[in-house]
C-alpha cells in the first residue's frame, strides 16, 4: 500500500507496519491491506513534511520482531537490520538486544503494560443469608446452642429429681420431656426473636436464659445490620487486581506473539510472577479473534495500556456501558519509538518532526482523544474496589459490643447492692 503523493524522484520510502490494537488496525493479507486507526494521520503529517511517498510493507510472519537461535532476526526488526525497510511505520519497543541491530528514533509514546479483564457483574447468591458471619462465628453460634439446650435440660432435670418421691415413674418421664421441649424452644426461640409463652422460673434456669437471651439479642441485631448493609450496598469482587492473584485463577491471558509482554515473560526468571504466567497464556497474531474472546469475556487481555482503553472504548461505543477494568499497572511505562536501519540518514528527519509534533501535543491529541469514555470506565472502577472492605463479620468484632453489655450489666449491679446496703 502506498501513501502520500510523490514530488520527488522515486523510489518511495519503504515502512515496515504492523497490527497495533488501538493504534493501527491493518485489514487484509499483507499482500492487498487497507490500514487506518488514529497512527494514520501521524504517518501523513510525517510523509507530508518530509515531501516523499512511501509504500507500507507488512511482515510475511506478522512479527515485531525476535532473535533466533542463530542470531537473525524476524519481523520488523528483521526487516530494518537486513536493510529491507527505510523505517518502522509503527512505534516499536526498544530494549538492549534490539539496539545493537536497530537504530530508535524519537520517543514516540510511554505505555505501561497492564491486565484488563471483564468486570464481574452482581447475581443472585443463594447463600447470601450466611455471609455476614464467618464460619468461626456460625460455628461458635452453633456450639453455643448446644451447650445452653443441655444446660437447661441438665438444671431442669436436677431440680425436677428433688420433687420426685413425689411422683409416679410415668409423670417423672413426662416431666423429664417436658424439660426438653421447653428448653429447646427457649434455646432456638431466642436467636430467632421469637417469643414463648412459657417463662424459666428457677433461678438457675433464669440466669442461664437470660445470658442466652442477651447473647441472641447481640447476635441477632448485629447479623440484621450487616446483612442489610450488604444488600443495600452491593460489592463486587473484582476476579484479580495483580498478577499474583491471576495467577490464583485458571483465567487464560492473550498476549501478542513477540510482543514486548510475550518477549518480557519468555525471558523472566524461573519461579518469578511473570515466569509462572506462561501456563496460562494464549499466544497468537489473530488480534481479531484475541479481541473477539477479550469482549465475550473468554480471556483476560495482556498489553499496554493504551491498546487496552481502545478495547474498552470500542465496546462502550457499541453497549454505552463500561464493561471491562484494567488491573494495577504490572510493568513501569515503556517507551516507544520508530525503528530504523544502523546508520540512516533519515533518522534525524523523522525524528526532528516527531519531536516538534511531541512539544506542541499534537502526538498525544491524535493517540488520545479518541478513548476519553475509556478512561472514565477505568477511573470509575473505584467505585467498585471500595466496596469490597465489607466482610463477614469475625468473633473480634464482638468483643466492643459484649463490653458495652457487660459494662451496664456491671453499673446495674452496682446500683443494686448499693440499693440493698443503704438501706
Same mark, same amino acid.
Given at each position: 500500500?502506498?501513501?502520500?503523493?510523490?514530488?520527488?524522484?522515486?523510489?518511495?520510502?519503504?515502512?515496515?507496519?504492523?497490527?497495533?490494537?488501538?493504534?493501527?488496525?491493518?485489514?487484509?493479507?499483507?499482500?492487498?491491506?487497507?490500514?487506518?486507526?488514529?497512527?494514520?494521520?501521524?504517518?501523513?503529517?510525517?510523509?507530508?513534511?518530509?515531501?516523499?511517498?512511501?509504500?507500507?510493507?507488512?511482515?510475511?510472519?506478522?512479527?515485531?520482531?525476535?532473535?533466533?537461535?542463530?542470531?537473525?532476526?524476524?519481523?520488523?526488526?528483521?526487516?530494518?537490520?537486513?536493510?529491507?525497510?527505510?523505517?518502522?511505520?509503527?512505534?516499536?519497543?526498544?530494549?538492549?538486544?534490539?539496539?545493537? @541491530?536497530?537504530?530508535?528514533?524519537?520517543?514516540?509514546?510511554?505505555?505501561?503494560?497492564?491486565?484488563?479483564?471483564?468486570?464481574?457483574?452482581?447475581?443472585?447468591?443463594?447463600?447470601?443469608?450466611?455471609?455476614?458471619?464467618?464460619?468461626?462465628?456460625?460455628?461458635?453460634?452453633?456450639?453455643?446452642?448446644?451447650?445452653?439446650?443441655?444446660?437447661?435440660?441438665?438444671?431442669?432435670?436436677?431440680?425436677?429429681?428433688?420433687?420426685?418421691?413425689?411422683?409416679?415413674?410415668?409423670?417423672?418421664?413426662?416431666?423429664?420431656?417436658?424439660?426438653?421441649?421447653?428448653?429447646?424452644?427457649?434455646?432456638?426461640?431466642?436467636?430467632?426473636?421469637?417469643?414463648?409463652?412459657?417463662?424459666?422460673?428457677?433461678?438457675?434456669?433464669?440466669?442461664?436464659?437470660?445470658?442466652?437471651?442477651?447473647?441472641?439479642? @447481640?447476635?441477632?441485631?448485629?447479623?440484621?445490620?450487616?446483612?442489610?448493609?450488604?444488600?443495600?450496598?452491593?460489592?463486587?469482587?473484582?476476579?484479580?487486581?495483580?498478577?499474583?492473584?491471576?495467577?490464583?485463577?485458571?483465567?487464560?491471558?492473550?498476549?501478542?506473539?513477540?510482543?514486548?509482554?510475550?518477549?518480557?515473560?519468555?525471558?523472566?526468571?524461573?519461579?518469578?510472577?511473570?515466569?509462572?504466567?506462561?501456563?496460562?497464556?494464549?499466544?497468537?497474531?489473530?488480534?481479531?479473534?484475541?479481541?473477539?474472546?477479550?469482549?465475550?469475556?473468554?480471556?483476560?487481555?495482556?498489553?499496554?495500556?493504551?491498546?487496552?482503553?481502545?478495547? @474498552?472504548?470500542?465496546?462502550?461505543?457499541?453497549?454505552?456501558?463500561?464493561?471491562?477494568?484494567?488491573?494495577?499497572?504490572?510493568?513501569?511505562?515503556?517507551?516507544?519509538?520508530?525503528?530504523?536501519?544502523?546508520?540512516?540518514?533519515?533518522?534525524?528527519?523523522?525524528?526532528?518532526?516527531?519531536?516538534?509534533?511531541?512539544?506542541t501535543g499534537i502526538v498525544d491529541h491524535l493517540l488520545r482523544t479518541n478513548v476519553q469514555e475509556a478512561k472514565e470506565c477505568v477511573q470509575s472502577q473505584a467505585s467498585i474496589t471500595l466496596d469490597t472492605t465489607?466482610?463477614?463479620?469475625?468473633?473480634?468484632?464482638?468483643?466492643?459490643?459484649?463490653?458495652?453489655?457487660?459494662?451496664?450489666?456491671?453499673?446495674?449491679?452496682?446500683?443494686?447492692?448499693?440499693?440493698?446496703?443503704?438501706?
Amino acid at each position: 500500500m502506498r501513501l502520500g503523493v510523490p514530488r520527488a524522484s522515486p523510489p518511495c520510502l519503504r515502512m515496515a507496519v504492523l497490527n497495533w490494537i488501538g493504534l493501527l488496525a491493518l485489514r487484509g493479507n499483507p499482500k492487498n491491506f487497507t490500514v487506518s486507526g488514529p497512527l494514520l494521520p501521524l504517518l501523513d503529517i510525517m510523509i507530508e513534511k518530509m515531501n516523499v511517498c512511501v509504500d507500507l510493507v507488512v511482515p510475511s510472519d506478522l512479527q515485531y520482531g525476535t532473535q533466533l537461535d542463530n542470531g537473525s532476526w524476524t519481523g520488523i526488526v528483521g526487516q530494518l537490520a537486513s536493510k529491507k525497510v527505510d523505517m518502522s511505520g509503527v512505534p516499536v519497543l526498544i530494549n538492549t538486544k534490539r539496539n545493537k @541491530v536497530v537504530d530508535p528514533g524519537f520517543p514516540v509514546m510511554g505505555d505501561p503494560v497492564s491486565l484488563s479483564y471483564i468486570r464481574p457483574a452482581q447475581r443472585a447468591d443463594l447463600a447470601g443469608f450466611v455471609k455476614p458471619f464467618t464460619l468461626q462465628v456460625w460455628s461458635s453460634l452453633l456450639a453455643g446452642l448446644v451447650v445452653v439446650l443441655v444446660g437447661l435440660v441438665v438444671v431442669q432435670v436436677s431440680d425436677a429429681r428433688l420433687y420426685e418421691h413425689n411422683i409416679s415413674a410415668k409423670e417423672s418421664q413426662a416431666g423429664k420431656r417436658e424439660a426438653l421441649w421447653a428448653a429447646l424452644q427457649w434455646t432456638v426461640a431466642a436467636p430467632l426473636a421469637q417469643a414463648w409463652w412459657r417463662e424459666p422460673r428457677e433461678g438457675q434456669v433464669r440466669l442461664l436464659a437470660g445470658i442466652w437471651l442477651l447473647s441472641s439479642f @447481640v447476635l441477632a441485631t448485629v447479623y440484621r445490620s450487616n446483612l442489610k448493609a450488604m444488600l443495600i450496598l452491593p460489592h463486587f469482587n473484582l476476579p484479580f487486581n495483580s498478577i499474583d492473584e491471576f495467577l490464583q485463577t485458571d483465567i487464560k491471558c492473550f498476549v501478542v506473539e513477540s510482543s514486548v509482554v510475550h518477549e518480557s515473560i519468555k525471558a523472566s526468571t524461573p519461579g518469578t510472577a511473570l515466569h509462572r504466567m506462561k501456563k496460562q497464556l494464549i499466544v497468537h497474531t489473530e488480534d481479531q479473534l484475541a479481541v473477539k474472546d477479550f469482549l465475550e469475556g473468554k480471556y483476560a487481555g495482556m498489553a499496554g495500556y493504551y491498546s487496552l482503553l481502545t478495547v @474498552v472504548q470500542f465496546s462502550f461505543d457499541k453497549t454505552k456501558t463500561c464493561r471491562y477494568y484494567v488491573a494495577d499497572t504490572l510493568f513501569g511505562s515503556l517507551t516507544f519509538s520508530f525503528l530504523f536501519p544502523k546508520g540512516s540518514k533519515l533518522k534525524p528527519k523523522v525524528d526532528y518532526i516527531v519531536s516538534t509534533l511531541k512539544d506542541t501535543g499534537i502526538v498525544d491529541h491524535l493517540l488520545r482523544t479518541n478513548v476519553q469514555e475509556a478512561k472514565e470506565c477505568v477511573q470509575s472502577q473505584a467505585s467498585i474496589t471500595l466496596d469490597t472492605t465489607l466482610r463477614p463479620l469475625a468473633l473480634g468484632d464482638f468483643f466492643g459490643v459484649y463490653f458495652l453489655y457487660g459494662a451496664g450489666i456491671l453499673t446495674a449491679i452496682f446500683a443494686f447492692l448499693m440499693e440493698l446496703c443503704l438501706r
